[in-house]
Nanobody
Framework: VQLQASGGGLVQAGGSLRLSCAAS????????MGWFRQAPGKEREFVAA????????YYTDSVKGRFTISRDNPKNTVYLQMNSLKPEDTAVYYC????????????????WGQGTHVTVSS
């Protein structure tokens, strides 16, 4: 599976962005999908995940109520709608694919996209 993330950019605090992650291959619907982010000088951290079937999503506490993960299996795409953005959301955002149980640990994800930059100004 090859992943291509897009949709990042510069936005003011309180604004919104929608990230997209397009997947190649016919097996997309069999993979759980996750979004991670990495700020300068920090480790990559979990943001959100959704199972292969689009069931209950998972979020890190800092984005609950502001971010929404969704997927469109016929379009081989997963989305991350980000609202009420804060300067601390500034990071490179990565999408990733995994199989098995939905997990929040980066090491459990097999395939990664190239990342898209999100900058939130105060």
């Amino acid at each position: 599976v090859q992943l291509q993330a897009s949709g990042g950019g510069l936005v003011q605090a309180g604004g919104s962005l929608r990230l997209s992650c397009a997947a190649s291959g016919r097996a997309f619907s069999t993979y759980n999908m996750g979004w991670f982010r990495q700020a300068p000088g920090k480790e990559r951290e979990f943001v959100a995940a959704i199972s292969w079937s689009g069931g209950r999503p998972y979020y890190t506490d800092s984005v609950k109520g502001r971010f929404t993960i969704s997927r469109d299996n016929p379009k081989n795409t997963v989305y991350l709608q980000m609202n009420s953005l804060k300067p601390e959301d500034t990071a490179v955002y990565y999408c990733a694919a995994s199989r098995g149980v939905v997990n929040t640990t980066p090491g459990t994800y097999t395939y990664w996209g190239q990342g898209t930059h999100v900058t939130v100004s105060s």
